[in-house]
Structures are given as C-alpha cells and as structure tokens.
Nanobody
Framework: QVQLVESGGGLVQPGGSLRLSCAASGFAFSNYATSWYRQAPGKERGMVAVISSTGGITSYADSVKGRFTISRDNAKNTVYLQMSRLKFEDTAVYYC??????WGQGTQVTVSS
C-alpha cells in the first residue's frame, strides 16, 4: 500500500540545521512532483517547498528561500528537506506530499533555545 514516512525532525537551537527525509513506497514515486508542507500550532498548513518529478525544478516559500533546500533521490524513492539557519518560526510539523495527494504522518521540528 502507499506509504510516506518522514523522519529527521527534532529539537534544534536557532541557527542550527536539520535534514528531513521522506521515504515513499507503494506507488511510482518518480512520476510525481513532491512537496513539503508545514503546520505550526494555531496556524494553517502551508507549502514550504516543491520539487519536480525529475528534481530539475524547485520552488520555495519566501519565508524559507535561501535557507532550505529540497532534493530527491528517485533511486531511493526519497525526498529530502535540508533546513539551515533555523528560526523560532520554523517550528512546526512537517509533512511530505506527493502522488495522488498522499500525505505522510508528519515529523515535528522544534526550534528553541
């Protein structure tokens, strides 16, 4: 069956870095663009970054541009989100989204001193 499993979240200090991973299975992952979304407490879910099926095209929310990098390895059916220079406001649950609106279970990122 379709599975998206995010990992790599955790607690990090402001200015620190984390790399999130999302491992896909059960469908033709390499055929689909993939996005990372996030939802902070009390806020609506919003898109953070998106990458085309081949990885050749990426786009970012203004709030993370220059700090986050999305990438994918289709041989491993995995998409990544490298997050650098993290800020308090990056605290959220991060989800990967791909295929026919498939969502992972989310991974918590907490930026705190």
């Amino acid at each position: 069956q379709v599975q998206l499993v995010e990992s790599g979240g955790g607690l990090v200090q402001p200015g620190g870095s984390l790399r999130l991973s999302c491992a896909a299975s059960g469908f033709a992952f390499s055929n689909y663009a993939t996005s990372w979304y996030r939802q902070a407490p009390g806020k609506e879910r919003g898109m953070v970054a998106v990458i085309s099926s081949t990885g050749g095209i990426t786009s970012y929310a203004d709030s993370v541009k220059g700090r986050f990098t999305i990438s994918r390895d289709n041989a491993k059916n995995t998409v990544y989100l490298q997050m650098s220079r993290l800020k308090f406001e990056d605290t959220a649950v991060y989800y990967c989204v791909t295929g026919h609106n498939y969502w992972g279970q989310g991974t918590q990122v907490t930026v705190s001193s």
